[in-house]
């Protein structure tokens, strides 16, 4: 089908199609959009498919914008690359190496004493760690293409803590919010599973043998 959009708000990033024939407008979201070189703007000229959605309402699929080409940019394809897994720095291992000694230090001391209090001083610099080695990094790059609609759009709080638990597949705040339209029971815990599970992972390695050990140590005296 054909026809003209006749309203589009940018920063929702969904519109509405006056066809043709003038017949009921039709909604449209911007992942529809298969020209990836601009977003769309009021008096484009389209072509479309339709279908209807969950609630019978009549929406538009495979949009194309008359006289833009449906290839993305070589911007968006550069930019869309540089996206990398957070990686552990020189800092990172430092701390790391810090919490290694921290426990040991700590279960020395509560093996001469055998008064818990007295591995405290000892400890604190450990939980530093901790707290240090679970801060929030940034990515490299302050922007990133939406895997969704190929939108070149800047990182917020939401896609650096998506980012920080290892999702590598971000999407822009109109995508991100017509998903949630779209699945409104479904609750995400991904990112509660995610979130500490590596340091989670890695402070039960740690701790664990300490406990055997101790418990050995109390066993055998």
């Not at 818990?116 to 604190?124: H, N």
């Not at 929030?136 to 190929?150: I, V």
């Not at 939108?151 to 999702?167: M, Q, V, Y």
Request: proline share 4%; net charge positive; aromatic share 10%.
């Amino acid at each position: 089908m054909r026809g003209k959009i006749n309203q589009w708000k940018d920063e929702k990033g969904f519109g509405f199609i006056v066809p043709d024939d003038g017949k009921e407008k039709v909604f449209f979201h911007i992942s529809a959009v298969k020209n990836k070189a601009r977003r769309p703007q009021v008096g484009d000229v389209v072509n479309y498919d339709t279908t209807r959605d969950s609630q019978n309402r009549l929406k538009a699929l495979a949009v194309s914008i008359e006289g833009i080409s449906t290839s993305s940019n070589s911007q968006n394809e550069s930019i869309s690359n540089k996206i990398e897994s957070p990686k552990k720095n020189i800092f990172d291992y430092f701390l790391i190496i810090v919490l290694l000694v921290s426990l040991t230090a700590a279960v020395g001391i509560f093996l001469k004493s055998q008064r818990i209090q007295d591995t405290i001083p000892s400890g604190i610099p450990g939980l530093i760690a901790i707290v240090l080695l679970s801060r929030q990094k940034k990515p490299k790059d302050k922007k990133f293409n939406c895997s969704h609609c190929n939108k070149i759009t800047e990182h917020d709080a939401r896609t650096i803590k998506a980012w920080n638990n290892g999702f590598l597949k971000l999407y822009c705040s109109s995508c991100h919010h017509q998903w949630l339209i779209d699945n409104p029971s479904h609750v995400d815990r991904s990112n509660l599973s995610r979130s500490g599970g590596c340091l989670g992972v890695f402070f039960f390695l740690a701790v664990t043998p300490i406990i055997i050990g101790v418990g050995l140590y109390q066993w055998l005296s």
